[in-house]
Every structure is written in structure tokens, then in C-alpha cells.
């Protein structure tokens, strides 16, 4: 079975662009989660989405926005982007049950540079 | 909000040595996961564990709640076991967010 997958995998964009981010869940997930991880540090939580609502937003300007479609794949967007946006964008699918040991499985991650 | 604090940050040791990591939170939780990240990014998921001790082929892990500390151990390790390593913590209020410690890079030599 196919795995989370996440496109682009590296983007470089400049300071005040727009970018999209793309998260595929493994079939048979309804859960979407957003990771924002600096180098050299751990994962912090941007968003969580199931069944196409936001369940769960962390400390994140409004510049980020995300949605989840009908078939469980999401995007993330950030608008208006500042040097300290350039990180490691994962995505994590689960199946969405509301328990704690709801195992989240990892895509890739898009490498994004801001310049 | 809840802190999570690792250690040791950085570890090297050589190839069939064993190994313990470990991770503080400052708060109770009803989540505890360990990660591992291997040098190309990629996150796996090791351990569900907010208490007690499990244990998969040459890793454990223990949690004790009422202390708040968790701790991985990795025996007889491979080169491949090489990355960062990760806990994250989930309190009841916390909105489906876990919260991430800074890791513990481990080098495994040859």
C-alpha cells in the first residue's frame, strides 16, 4: 500500500509569494495533520483536519491556511512568506479516531526556501 | 503549556552498544509517542506508550506518569538506527496537539 505522499518535494520561492503544499493520506485515513519542523528542531503542530473539518490549530499566524478535500487529501497555504517560514512542511495521515493511540504515519515533507 | 525536554541532545557510540534516551514533560498527558527520524527526514512512529513498558525487537520503552519522564532504550545498535529521535506529548486539552522535544541525534559508527 502507498504511503503518505507530500508534492513538491523542494520548493524555493521569495520573500511575499504564496505557496501551496499538497498531502496525499494513506487510503483508508481520514485524518490530515500539518507539521512545521525548523532545522534542528522538533515538529510543531500547524493544523489538523478529519472528514474535511479543522479539528485542531496550533500557534501559527493566519498567513497559514489549510482545507482537506472529499477524498481525504489536503493543502496547506502560506501567504505572504518571511525567511523564517523556511523549514520542513510534513504531513501526517491517521485514521481520525478520537483516541489518543491514533497512530499518525509521516509523509516525506516538502523542503521549503525562502530566499 | 507543557514542556518537553530530552537528553542526552547528542550521543555517538559504536555499532552493538546499547543505549538510553530519555524524555521529561512537565505535565500529565494521555499521549506519549516516541520517533524516530532517519537522516533523510523521514518521521516512523516506534512507540504509543503514556505508561508502562513495551518493548519491539531491540527497543523498549518505559513510561512512568506519576514521575513524568519516559525513556527509550536501544540495545545491541545498528548503524541504522542513526537520526533523531522524538517524543511527543498529548494533554486531554490540547486539541489533538502533540508537542515535540527538541530530539536526540544518535550516531552509530562502525
Known sequence: DA???????HLIKTRGQQVTLRCSPISGHKSVSWYQQVLGQGPQFIFQYYEKEERGRGNFPDRFSARQFPNYSSELNVNALLLGDSALYLCASS??????DDTQYFGPGTRLTVL | GIQVEQSPPDL????GANSTLRCNFSDSVNNLQWFHQNPWGQLINLF??????KQNGRLSATTVATERYSLL???SSQTTDSGVYFCAVER???NYQLIWGAGTKLIIKP
Open chain 2, 73 to 75: 532504550y536501544i540495545s
Open chain 2, 12 to 15: 555517538i557510540l559504536q555499532e
Open chain 2, 48 to 53: 504509543y506508550i503514556p505508561s508502562g513498558t
Open chain 2, 92 to 94: 486531554d486539552d490540547s
Open chain 1, 95 to 100: 485514521l481520525g479516531r478520537l483516541a489518543a
Open chain 1, 3 to 9: 504511503g503518505v505522499t507530500q508534492s513538491p518535494t
